[in-house]
């Protein structure tokens, strides 16, 4: 399963830095991406990577300010907070899945996503 770590209460402007680290599976071959979900909102994308790191993907209100990045060699993946706003307070979850197009449709209700991480909080105070 996935493993998120490095969550935590941060002042506004700040920064984190997420891991999701695999137990039991190597994570080199599926495509790796990260969700939010405040309180009372659904489940939203924020970003993913593809297999190689070469091509990434955010949702527009993080572009600029959140990193997507993985070392396969660690099996590992990560996703690099900064400039961080009180709305971006929500808990984030790490996923994995074999295709693209498959991980990014796991905001949507009843979409199927290979693994999911348990999730790590992420406060942010103004």
């Known amino acids: 399963h996935l493993v998120e770590s490095g969550g935590g209460l941060v002042q506004a402007g700040g920064s984190l830095r997420l891991s999701c680290a695999a137990s039991g599976r190597t994570l080199s071959s599926y495509v790796m991406g990260w969700f939010r979900q405040a309180p009372g909102k659904e489940r939203e994308f924020v970003a993913r990577?593809?297999?190689?790191?070469?091509?990434?993907d955010y949702r527009g209100s993080v572009s600029g300010r959140f990193t997507i990045s993985r070392d396969n060699a660690k099996n590992t993946a990560y996703l690099q907070l900064s400039d961080l706003k009180p709305e971006d307070t929500a808990v984030y979850y790490c996923?994995?899945?074999?295709?693209?197009?498959?991980?990014?449709?796991?905001?949507?209700?009843?979409?199927?996503?290979?693994?999911w991480g348990r999730g790590t909080q992420v406060t942010v105070s103004a």
């Open positions: 996923a994995a899945d074999t295709l693209w197009n498959d991980l990014r449709a796991g905001a949507t209700p009843g979409s199927h996503v290979d693994y």
């Open positions: 990577i593809s297999v190689s790191g070469g091509i990434r």
